[in-house]
């Protein structure tokens, strides 16, 4: 997940329960990013209201327009960008 132009966050070797959120288009989730001791801490928090059983989703590319590193998107949602910027 991009945060910025030079910052990703890459949940494959550590991160807790929230790494299996799902890239949307349209997410139902905004994550905001704090420096606590200079340790990178997230949160994630709802920008609709969240269904039972409903996928916690949020943008992996945080709205970065401008990676050149891309890859397909699948979430299949109105307004889909087609690619997810890594």
């Avoid at 991009?2 to 949940?11: F, G, M, S, T």
């Avoid at 790494?19 to 994550?31: D, G, I, K, M, Y």
Wanted: net charge positive.
């Amino acid at each position: 997940m991009a945060i910025n132009n030079n910052e990703v966050i890459d949940a494959r070797a550590f991160g807790g329960i929230a790494r299996f959120a799902n890239h949307s288009c349209q997410p139902n989730c905004v994550v905001e990013r704090w420096d606590v001791n200079g340790e990178i801490c997230c949160g994630f928090f709802a920008k609709t209201l969240i269904e039972n059983n409903e996928e916690i989703t949020i943008d992996y590319g945080g709205g970065n327009t401008t990676a050149t590193r891309r890859k397909k998107c699948m979430c299949k949602k109105a307004g889909c960008r087609g690619l997810i910027p890594m």
